[in-house]
């Protein structure tokens, strides 16, 4: 298998997918507005420190999920793809997914952020395959816990060797933003760092990684 591994937020989007979702509730008065953004900015700001509790963020997350049903929250999310997400869409990202189409490599969505939130945002990418930490269902509802290892820095690993279940690599391409996905790019056979933070980017200058700009 060749396989490429995409990032989302900040690599394939130009924003936080996840904290972008937050601000949609708020904008929309669908949560506790006060309460929400202060979560929600703080849970943020963890993660870009690289100190983030992915369980306590992810529950946190999950309470919209757990107090609204599946055909209210799939009309909730197709608002939230046409006014926030589509706009964001990075086209350097669709032609780097098409480079890998063409060459008939495996591709992978990898991503920490929830499978609820992510899935339909990679399939706007053409990417069927994803990784995200994973919003725990029972019998079509959803009960607020995170299902399985979250999908945040060495956590990637774990699931994508889960994922893999036994099939083994030829060749890999990693692509991400963020110094969180340091172990992941590490793993690849080709690590590039998609306008990375500050951490990234004198982590990639050392090891010699590619360096590349895909915002718009």
Same mark, same amino acid.
Not at 99 to 125: K, M, R, S, V
Not at 160 to 169: A, F, I, K, N
């Given at each position: ?48 420190? &690289? ?19 599946q055909n209210t929250l799939a009309e ?33 969505g990898i991503t920490a952020t929830n ?24 019998? &079509? ?13 060495n956590g990637k690993l774990i699931r ?47 090891? &010699? ?8």
């Amino acid at each position: 298998m060749k396989l490429a591994l995409f990032d989302l937020d900040h690599t394939l989007l130009n924003i936080d997918s996840d904290h972008a979702w937050g601000e949609f509730l708020i904008q929309h008065n669908l949560v506790d507005t006060v309460r929400h953004k202060k979560m929600n900015d703080q849970f943020y700001q963890d993660y870009q420190e &690289g100190q983030l509790d992915s369980i306590a963020y992810n529950e946190f997350v999950f309470e919209f999920l757990v107090e609204n049903d599946q055909n209210t929250l799939a009309e909730y999310h197709q608002q939230f793809m046409e006014n926030v997400i589509r706009p964001q869409l990075r086209p350097k990202g669709f032609e780097a997914v098409q480079h890998h189409q063409a060459l008939g490599h495996e591709i992978l969505g990898i991503t920490a952020t929830n499978d609820f939130i992510t899935t339909p945002i990679f399939h706007a990418f053409g990417v069927t395959n994803v990784i995200a930490t994973t919003a725990e269902q029972v019998n &079509g509802k959803y009960t607020g816990k995170v299902l399985g290892t979250p999908s945040f820095q060495n956590g990637k690993l774990i699931r994508l060797d889960e994922w893999l279940d036994g099939r083994t690599v030829e060749e890999s391409w990693a692509y991400s933003d963020s110094y969180n996905d340091r172990f992941l790019l590490d793993y690849a056979s080709h690590a590039t760092a998609v306008n990375p933070d500050e951490r990234l980017q004198q982590l990639a200058t050392s090891k &010699g990684w590619d360096i590349v700009d895909w915002s718009i």
